[in-house]
Structures are given as C-alpha cells and as structure tokens.
C-alpha cells in the first residue's frame, strides 16, 4: 500500500511563509486529484486546496493569493507554499491524493501554528 509522508509543517510569526511537501512512498497510477484540507481543534476538515488533472488548482476563499498548491509528477509529490501566513491558519494539515481506480489516502498530517 502506496502511504503519504507529510513535512514542513512548524512554528513561524504571523506574516511568515511555510511550504508543506506530501511525497508518496511508491508510483500510483491516474492521480486525479491531490489536495490540501486543515483541521483545527473544534472545526470540521476543511479542503484549502486542490490540484486535478490537467493541473486545475482551486482554493478556499480564505487562502486565495497566499497560497499556491504545485505538483511533481516525477517524484509523486504535491506542496503547499503559504505566505502571509495568519493566526487562523493555525490546523493540523493533510494531504489527500486520489486516483481513477478508487485509491483514497491520506497523510498522518502535520501542525502549523502561526503565531501574532
């Protein structure tokens, strides 16, 4: 079973930027969809954003123009470069790749807090 490996998450300052990597541990075959949720204590898991095929990205309206989801193929690996980072933004973090043939995986998940 192909498994999702999370890093990047941590501690940065209100205004700081993170990028969060989530690599896959083998090849999976038709991704068609790798995205990013958060979850923060209290609050339901939200999706931040997603990239799909042909590279369509979509984000949550409270990220828009601070985050950028990229994908690379070769190494079946999807980030998450936040800037501007906000107190809000403070959640636990996971990746979810899906295929065309009913793979669903999700990350272990990694904490970002942002400090005021």
């Known amino acids: 079973q192909v498994q999702l490996v999370e890093s990047g998450g941590g501690l940065v300052q209100a205004g700081g930027s993170l990028r969060l990597s989530c690599a896959a541990s083998?090849?999976?075959?038709?991704?068609?969809?790798m995205g990013w949720y958060r979850q923060a204590p209290g609050k339901q898991r939200e999706l931040v954003a997603k990239?799909?095929?042909?590279?369509?990205?979509n984000y949550a309206d409270s990220v828009k123009g601070r985050f950028t989801i990229s994908r690379d193929n070769a190494k079946n690996t999807v980030y998450l470069q936040m800037n501007s980072l906000k107190p809000e933004d403070t959640a636990v973090y996971y990746c979810?790749?899906?295929?065309?043939?009913?793979?669903?995986?999700w990350g272990q998940g990694t904490q970002v807090t942002v400090s005021s």
């Open positions: 990239i799909i095929t042909g590279g369509t990205t």
């Open positions: 083998g090849s999976i075959f038709g991704i068609n969809f």
């Open positions: 979810n790749v899906r295929n065309v043939v009913g793979y669903n995986a």
